[in-house]
């Protein structure tokens, strides 16, 4: 049905506004991918072993990367530098472990691997932190970089495994991936089963930085999301 001739429409209110933007889900926010990306990645190496396995496992984490980005703050100009650099540095990462598979070329392969984590929850976190709403994907984020936490200092583990002079855990358990992340989050959680413990002390000084991380993660940002947490309700 046409408006009468000289009918003016509706002026658009900053309240009508701000209403029709709040109901449109955000492009950016979208995490529950994400997530599943993250799950995934986890029980592919919590299963099976190998350098394979290893190197798909540092794909993933490079595929985690651009999901963060896509979802980030960052500009145009250097989403697209970041994407290039972690290309580029997975490539021959990647290229150097399958030539060349030595404990040195895998410790820097873990190492690489430990700061593309870092990179994606700290982009994760910040964007958290700029939202003005909490939402069902705010919380699919802060439940991926708390993922992410753990993965990251388990990398880390494997590249000190892989780079020091000895073994890792005080009572000789293998040292492969599935074993590191196992111990990872068992740290973060702050479960401390006890049947594997580092035997150096600088192992034992990262493992109380990865329980003091994962406290205060939860305590604060997580505690924090899911009580201002509010379903949203039917629209009109």
Known sequence: MTRARGEQAPEATPERAASSRARRPSPGQRYGLLLLVLIATYL???FTTGLVINLAQIVLFMGTLLLALRNSLVSRR??????AAALAGTAIMVALALARPSGIVIGVAEIWTGLILL???????RRIVASTTVTLQSIY????AYMIIGLMFAAFYG???RLGAGAFFASGSPEDTKTFQYFSFTTLTTLGYGDFTAASN????????EAMTGQ???????ARLVSAFRPSGPRD
């Open 44 to 46: 592919l190496s919590a």
């Open 78 to 83: 250097a989403t697209r530098l970041l994407v």
């Open 119 to 125: 990179a994606t929850v700290v982009m994760i976190v």
């Open 141 to 144: 984020a802060a439940l991926s």
């Open 159 to 161: 590249a000190m495994s």
């Open 202 to 209: 600088i192992g034992r000084a990262v493992a109380v930085m």
């Open 216 to 222: 205060i993660f939860l305590a604060t940002l997580v």
